[in-house]
């Protein structure tokens, strides 16, 4: 567990006629330690940021022996089980001045939307207790799609909406968007060579990775989708503008670029290979992480931080290459932009470092019909870095588009 343990002092108005703290008393000084133990860390907002509230559904505690005010008492917390959508944790308050274990709760909390239906723990949540992202194999459907086998998370009813990760991630950067999106069939995969699917050892191209998705739909019985790309997931999508463009119903480009890779570019890409085979995909990650997330993410979420590094460190090396070899090679798509003839919106993190406002702005100048929506505190990663404002923006755009994509 990420969070601090936090030393809270037992004050008289807290205390019963004998002068000691009573039941209603102790659970009500194990929740200001949990919401002190948050504000100190991810902050007591964090879980409005994911979209999801904390419900407590069973609450029990063990009691050793008395508290008196004054008393200083150190509280810890330890996750003991971390489910689809629960979580229990157990919290001990020792007396500081002597060592002595007074009482502890056990207590199971369930993850709820705004109308209280459960909702599955986003990665983010996750990554506080101590579990690493949700690349769960087991959780994702797995397509046959001949040449290939892809994991997707698969997700609700109604028009469907593709989501395509970044380099060198997975479907979990979507986590929140399919958890909450509502009224779509989310459909989130892994690409070829990365997070749950297949690793081929060749066949890594923008127009591979398009098809791959195309059969997917094909797959799921969808005809068209809207399209939502984040960085490289952008490439693909406008790959599949290219090659597939019947499919789309609309498209959103996340912090990505139209332009191909120039000469330096693609002596970079060549140059990471190389690490990566040399090194590791943990070094890779190394080099990635502080231009991949916010200044304000890292500041302020340096769990999200750990998880993205989690994220890159377990890509496949030969899929990461496989990655690195499509994007040097792909082709510029600034020709496309003014063809585009969907609803398309264009959205970047304020502090995106590598697919910076200015280029989003450009992108969303040349789409005839493109809006631009710009997400303050976040970076290159804005689904994940700030999940409840990408996911706002893209609901509304999806219930303007929602008629034309049923
Ligand atoms: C990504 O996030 O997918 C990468 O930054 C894309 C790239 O390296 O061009």
């Known amino acids: ?54 419900a407590v559904r069973r609450a029990t505690i063990e009691f050793h022996a008395a508290a008196y005010p004054g008393d200083v008492l150190a509280i810890d917390l330890h996750p003991e089980d971390v489910g689809r959508t629960s979580v229990t944790l157990t919290q001990h308050a020792v007396r500081t001045s002597d060592g002595a274990l007074l009482a502890e709760a056990q207590l199971v909390f369930v993850m709820i939307d705004g109308e209280g239906r459960p909702v599955p723990l986003p990665d983010a949540v996750a990554g506080l207790f101590g579990v690493r992202g949700t690349a769960r194999p087991g959780d994702a459907r797995r397509f046959d799609l001949g040449e290939v086998s892809l994991a997707a998370d698969v997700r609700g ?38 997070g749950a699917s297949d690793v081929p050892a060749q066949g890594y191209t923008m127009a591979s990775y398009a098809d791959d998705l195309v059969r997917l739909l094909d797959n799921l019985g969808v005809h068209r989708a809207v399209v939502a790309g984040l960085s490289m997931g952008g490439y693909v999508a406008f790959e599949m503008v290219r090659r597939h463009r019947e499919r789309l119903a609309g498209l959103i480009l996340v912090d990505t670029r139209a332009d191909a890779d120039g000469p330096e570019a693609r002596a970079a890409r060549d140059d990471l290979a190389a690490v990566a085979r040399s090194d590791g995909t943990r070094a890779v990650a190394e080099r990635l992480l502080p231009r991949l997330v916010g200044r304000s993410t890292q500041q ?21 290459v496989g990655a690195l070899r499509a994007m ?16 398309t919106l264009v959205v970047v993190g304020q502090e995106d470092e590598l697919t910076p406002p200015s280029m989003a702005r ?22 994940l870095e700030a999940p409840t404002a990408v996911t706002r923006v893209c609901a509304e755009f999806l219930e303007a588009v929602r008629e034309g994509a049923t």
Request: charged letters at 20%; a neutral charge; aromatic letters at 8%.
């Open 362 to 383: 450009a992108i969303a100048g040349a789409i005839p019909s493109a809006a631009l929506r710009i997400i303050p505190g976040a970076g290159h990663l804005a689904p």
């Open 300 to 320: 302020a979420q340096p769990h999200l931080v750990e998880q993205v590094r989690e994220m890159m460190a377990r890509a496949p090396t030969a899929g990461l």
């Open 157 to 194: 009813e109604g028009p469907a909406l593709l989501l395509i990760h970044g380099f060198p991630l997975d479907r979990t950067l979507w986590a929140h968007q399919v958890a909450t999106l509502a009224g779509w069939r989310r459909i989130a995969p892994d690409l070829r060579g990365l």
């Open 1 to 54: 567990m990420r969070l601090p343990p936090i030393e809270v002092t037992v004050y008289p108005y807290e205390c019963d006629a004998y002068g000691h703290l009573n039941e209603a008393a102790w659970l009500l000084l194990f929740e200001r330690a949990r919401w002190e133990a948050l504000s100190r860390g991810p902050g007591a907002d964090f879980f409005g940021r994911h979209g999801v509230w904390p």
């Open 328 to 343: 040097r090679d792909r082709s510029d798509a600034t020709p496309l932009l003014a063809t585009i003839d969907v609803p």
